[in-house]
């Protein structure tokens, strides 16, 4: 059973379009998170939910909108789309919003922006 | 702010040869330190974590990293490698008491040969 799982694996798509990422956990965590992994692999934190409640939100493009409709998922919506927003993208979750909670890592999804 | 350096973006190794993966950090503040590991076509596990205690700590695959506060750094090593530990392994800190953030490195890619 995955753990954290997303979907697709792989996104390829023109500048200028709306797509989105899911993520969803089943291992009962509070806490989800969306990282973005650049060509230079530096992950960098976007956002963090705590009970579907917003508690990161680093500087991110107002374009990118994190949804969490329930505990155990957190998609990522990406709106006009740019040659910059080509990355991975990873989910994670933990069981609390603490640093030291140990994170759990989805396979990451690859955008890649024509 | 805090930042991680990792400066070796690969390290090449025979397999039973030991190996020591490289990390700095920067911060005005004391830190937690982490080790995360990524196989190919996963996300990414925790390896070990330095919370407080004893400097070195240990992770159950015969890996282990010191904290050094002096220097700022928290190495990783092995005495003798395998096949099997080919991978990206990250480093990453985050600020005491507790934050919310995990700060990563850019990675060390770890290419065991025979």
């Known amino acids: 059973d995955t753990a954290v799982s997303q979907t697709p694996k792989y996104l390829v798509t023109q500048m200028g379009n709306d797509k989105s990422i899911k993520c969803e956990q089943n291992?009962?965590?509070?806490?989800m998170y969306w990282y973005k992994q650049d060509s230079k692999k530096f992950l960098k934190i976007m956002f963090s939910?705590?009970?579907?409640?917003?508690?990161i939100n680093e500087t991110v493009p107002n374009r990118f909108s994190p949804k969490s409709p329930d505990k155990a998922h957190l998609n990522l919506h990406i709106n006009s789309l740019e040659l910059g927003d080509s990355a991975v993208y990873f989910c994670?979750?933990?069981?609390?919003?603490?640093?030291?909670?140990?994170?759990?890592f989805g396979p990451g999804t690859r955008l890649t922006v024509l | 702010a805090q930042s991680v350096t990792q400066l070796d973006s690969q390290v090449p190794v025979f397999e039973e040869a030991p190996v020591e993966l490289r990390c700095n950090y920067s911060?005005?503040?004391?830190?937690?330190l982490f080790w995360y590991v990524q196989y190919p076509n996963q996300g990414l596990q925790l390896l070990l974590k330095?919370?407080?205690?004893?400097?070195l700590v240990e992770s159950i695959n015969g890996f282990e990293a010191e904290f050094n506060k002096s220097q700022t750094s928290f190495h990783l090593r092995k005495p003798s490698v395998h096949i099997s530990d080919t991978a990206e392994y990250f480093c990453?800190?985050?600020?005491?008491?507790?934050?919310?953030?995990?700060?990563f490195g850019s990675g060390t890619r770890l290419l065991v040969r025979p």
């Open positions: 994670a979750s933990s069981q609390a919003p603490v640093s030291t909670d140990t994170q759990y």
């Open positions: 291992l009962g965590h509070d806490t």
């Open positions: 939910y705590n009970n579907k409640e917003l508690i």
């Open positions: 911060s005005s503040v004391s830190v937690y």
């Open positions: 330095y919370l407080s205690g004893s400097t």
């Open positions: 990453a800190v985050s600020e005491r008491p507790s934050s919310y953030k995990l700060i």
